[in-house]
């Protein structure tokens, strides 16, 4: 597990010095330098490195489930949406998001490649609503509403991520036109133009006959949270289901499938 460490009065040399380390996080603070180490540099060749111990120790927090590791969070942008966290200064119209255990932070690359996809259809052909299956955080439903969709329901079962979904929407000004509820896709009724899930593979398959009878007419589907190794595992799935296979995107290991109703 990664870990933290922090070096009084660092200058840039030290700096490059962990960054040559292998460094995955670094930032600056009132009185020196703190750094997120990966857990195979060891505070022994910190030292060596350095060529000083007077640096300490602590423990590193995961976002997104422990599988992203940053020291605090930040505001960026996927695309057109720019993301940021609950307090500090961002760009106007930046969908801000709770520092909360739910995953769906907008960092890892699954995430990233939904809200990729999003807007490649919402440009294309804006929909009136979304639903978003294994919602997370809420942000991909909340992206969809700041790029013009309507309404949208997400749905999770967890309830605490159904908690924090909502307490972003009220970050956000947008709890009006998004509707949580707990469960999976076999707890509603109704379809809907554009159906967003970013879970992992197994469920998906699992819940394939569950989640096309929530995709309407000519609807789109998108799904992520699957490793490259297992796309066609994927898409056999939904395509014995009558869905056409659009496109897959890929970041690292990770890709994003796209599928259209047949019907």
Not at 131 to 142: C, M, N, R
Not at 150 to 173: F, K, V, Y
């Amino acid at each position: 597990m990664p870990y933290r460490i922090h070096v009084r009065d660092a200058d840039d040399d030290v700096l490059d010095r962990l960054v040559d380390l292998g460094a995955l996080d670094a930032e600056r603070t009132g009185d020196g330098l703190v750094v997120l180490l990966p857990d195979a540099v060891t505070p022994a060749e910190v030292t060596v490195t350095l060529e000083r111990g007077d640096f300490t120790i602590s423990d590193a927090v995961g976002r997104d489930e422990g599988s992203v590791w940053i020291l605090g969070p930040r505001a960026f942008r996927v695309g057109r949406v720019s993301i940021a966290p609950a307090d500090g200064d961002a760009d106007p119209g930046a969908l801000r998001l709770a520092d909360a255990s739910a995953f769906g932070t907008g960092l890892h690359p699954t995430t990233a490649l939904c809200l990729d996809a999003l807007q490649e259809i919402v440009d294309a052909d804006l929909p009136d609503r979304v639903l978003d299956v294994g919602t997370g955080s809420g942000i991909l439903a909340l992206a969809a509403l700041r790029l013009g969709v309507a309404r949208a329901t997400a749905i999770d079962i967890d309830p605490e991520a159904i908690r924090i979904a909502g307490q972003n929407a009220r970050l956000n000004a947008l709890s009006a036109r998004l509707e949580l509820s707990t469960g999976g896709p076999e707890t509603l009724d109704g379809s809907w133009p554009l159906v967003l899930a970013n879970v992992v593979a197994a469920p998906l398959i699992e819940m394939a006959p569950l989640m096309v009878r929530r995709v309407g007419h000519h609807g789109r589907l998108v799904l992520s949270g699957i490793p490259r190794s297992v796309e066609e595992d994927v898409v056999r799935a939904y395509r014995r289901l009558g869905m056409r296979h659009l496109t897959t995107a890929s970041r690292g290991d990770w890709i994003a499938i796209q599928l259209q109703a047949s019907w």
